[in-house]
């Protein structure tokens, strides 16, 4: 079975950094994209980046510039560096992974398998 695990979230100030980690299990790791998706309260879910089959990354609008998606194939993990982070970066962050075209990357609605969630809170 598919399990995805999620660490490293947790409260730092506006500027800060933090890197997000997601163990992949399952699956040929590196044969389907893997995104990280983040919902705030009330809001809709967001594909803030995603990498896909041949290893491209693929980010949205509103973290370009701030944040990195990486992976190491020895470790079936995937990171989100996110530098920069601002107030409305707050919100739970998951990782999922499909079998999916690269175009897709960033489309949450795409996933099927998902993590449980990570919290990122920016606040002063």
């Known amino acids: 079975a598919v399990h995805l695990e999620e660490s490293g979230g947790g409260s730092v100030q506006p500027g800060g950094s933090l890197r997000l980690s997601c163990a992949a299990s399952g699956y040929t790791f590196g044969s389907w994209c893997m995104g990280w998706i983040r919902q705030a309260p009330g809001m809709e879910r967001e594909g803030v980046a995603g990498?896909?089959?041949?290893?491209?990354?693929h980010y949205a609008k509103s973290v370009k510039g701030r944040f990195t998606i990486s992976q190491d194939s020895a470790k079936n993990t995937v990171y989100l560096q996110m530098n920069s982070l601002k107030p409305e970066d707050t919100a739970m962050y998951y990782c999922?992974?499909?079998?999916?075209?690269?175009?897709?990357?960033?489309?949450?609605?795409?996933?099927?398998?998902w993590g449980q969630g990570t919290q990122v809170t920016v606040s002063s």
């Open positions: 999922a992974a499909d079998l999916l075209r690269s175009r897709d990357a960033l489309s949450h609605t795409k996933y099927n398998y």
């Open positions: 990498i896909d089959s041949d290893g491209v990354p």
